[in-house]
């Protein structure tokens, strides 16, 4: 009897079973690296912030990774237990937009009044108003009002610093001011960004990335000329609500979304880390413990990451 | 702003849309956190006055966005006052 197995169908299974075997590696390999985490479900048992309309903008603590302030449009809440539980320590009549960390000094910017988002010609971005910007040395427990000489008195949509502790305002007319003296002057960076003024960050060797919610992330080398980022987010739309930037490396920036996305390039490509149906909006790395970072979500759920961002969890 | 309604979502892109179509109708609305005795679906929800409800339902529905279900639910922005939920439709 005749074998099967002929030279030239032993050659011919050969070759089909290493195109198998080369494209199932392949299938691995590009599994693992474009698949978002698993789904993270919110617990309707998990710590929550108390309820505000909106939720803008976190610092952790400089001095203790447990210690977080977020800011909303009812001032400024803080936990003392990385998130468990929570309490209003002050700016209660100010839609804080944002707060940014210099040193020991966090800085709180926004605009007096309630009412947390508008849509104006410039897009969607905190009402019109008399901007306020204040300092607190004491981790939130008490404020001080600034009043810098060359910044404009209009809305402080968001405050940036960059790696070398200079401190950034922009406003939500799109003018963007630096600071390199504790913000007791501003100097001018651009009278128009160019882009939706919403959220901002600085990333390594001095690039910007910002976005808004509806055109997704873009980055800039001047804060001027504008590239949008290849990004889609989870649900298929182009959100970005938030900024971190990991104190210690800053090409590492998380984004907040629809879940929370990570780069590893300072703010070029994004992955998802944590995958979720919930929008988040503030989001923080601490800065002398820089593998923690906090996230919260809109439905006032809080997220802690012990390794940069890259995988997160829910605090009970 | 005092709100007396809220649409819940099971995405916040039809939340999202849900903001620009009843603003674009002149009905006041806004993106807010969903309170999760409501919906803890997507985390936003859209905050509508009462009154206009009826002008609500129809402006979504003619705009085919898809909603989890509308609520009467008290929000106060000033405060942070929520409510509880007294009557519920499910779309």
Same mark, same amino acid.
């Given at each position: ?22 494209? =199932? ?15 993270? *479900?919110?617990? %309707? ?13 976190? /610092?952790? !603590? ?6 977080? =302030? ?11 237990? &990385? ?5 209003? /320590? ?5 839609? #804080?937009? !944002?707060?940014?960390? /210099? ?31 204040? #300092? ?50 501003? %100097? =001018? /960076? ?41 990004? %889609?987010? =989870? ?23 629809? &879940? ?32 923690? *970072? ?23 | ?91």
């Amino acid at each position: 009897m005749k074998s099967f197995f002929t030279r030239k169908r032993t050659f011919a299974i050969g070759i089909v079973v290493a195109f198998v075997a080369v494209f =199932l590696a392949l299938g691995l390999v590009s599994h693992s690296n474009s698949s978002p985490p698993k789904l993270q *479900a919110t617990s %309707t048992k998990g710590a929550q912030l108390p309820y505000a309309a909106w939720f803008w903008t976190m /610092v952790v !603590s400089p001095t203790n990774p447990n210690e977080l =302030l977020v800011g909303t449009n009812m001032g400024v809440d803080r936990s003392q237990n &990385g998130g468990k539980t929570w309490k209003s /320590v002050g700016l209660t009549t100010v839609n #804080v937009t !944002s707060l940014a960390e /210099v040193g020991n000094a966090v800085y709180a910017g926004g605009v007096p009044g309630a009412n947390p988002v508008i849509h104006n010609t410039a897009g969607r971005t905190a009402p019109n108003g008399a901007g306020m910007l204040s #300092v607190s040395t004491n981790d939130g427990t008490a404020w001080e009002a600034l009043h810098p000489s060359g910044l404009p008195k209009n809305t402080i949509q968001a405050l940036a610093t960059d790696p070398a502790g200079a401190l950034y305002a922009l406003l939500n007319t799109g003018g963007l001011y630096k600071s390199t003296d504790a913000a007791k002057s501003f %100097t =001018l /960076v651009t009278s128009k960004l160019g882009i939706s003024p919403w959220a901002l960050a600085i990333t390594k060797d001095q690039q910007f990335v910002s976005g808004d919610m509806d055109s997704g992330p873009h980055t800039s080398a001047n804060a001027k000329a504008w590239t949008p980022t290849t990004y %889609t987010d =989870l649900a298929g739309g182009k959100m970005v609500m938030e900024y971190a930037v990991q104190p210690t490396d800053a090409t590492n920036v998380l984004m907040t979304s629809i &879940g929370v996305e990570m780069s590893t390039d300072g703010g070029k490509s994004w992955h998802t880390t944590l995958n979720s149906k919930v929008m988040f909006g503030p989001v923080a790395f601490a800065p002398k413990s820089p593998q923690i *970072a906090y996230a919260v979500g809109f439905d006032r759920s809080i997220w802690h990451s012990a390794d940069g961002g890259k995988t997160w969890t829910q605090v009970l | 702003m005092k709100w007396g309604g809220v649409v819940s979502f099971f995405a916040s892109e039809h939340a999202m849309r849900a903001e620009r179509t009843l603003q674009r109708a002149e009905l006041p609305a806004r993106l807010v956190p969903g309170p999760r005795e409501v919906s803890p679906n997507c985390g936003v929800a859209v905050a509508f006055v009462w009154n206009d409800e009826p002008k609500v339902e129809q402006a979504l529905a003619a705009a085919k966005i898809r909603f989890e279900a509308i609520h009467r639910y008290d929000l106060d922005d000033e405060t942070g006052t929520v409510g509880t939920v007294r009557r519920e439709s499910v779309a």
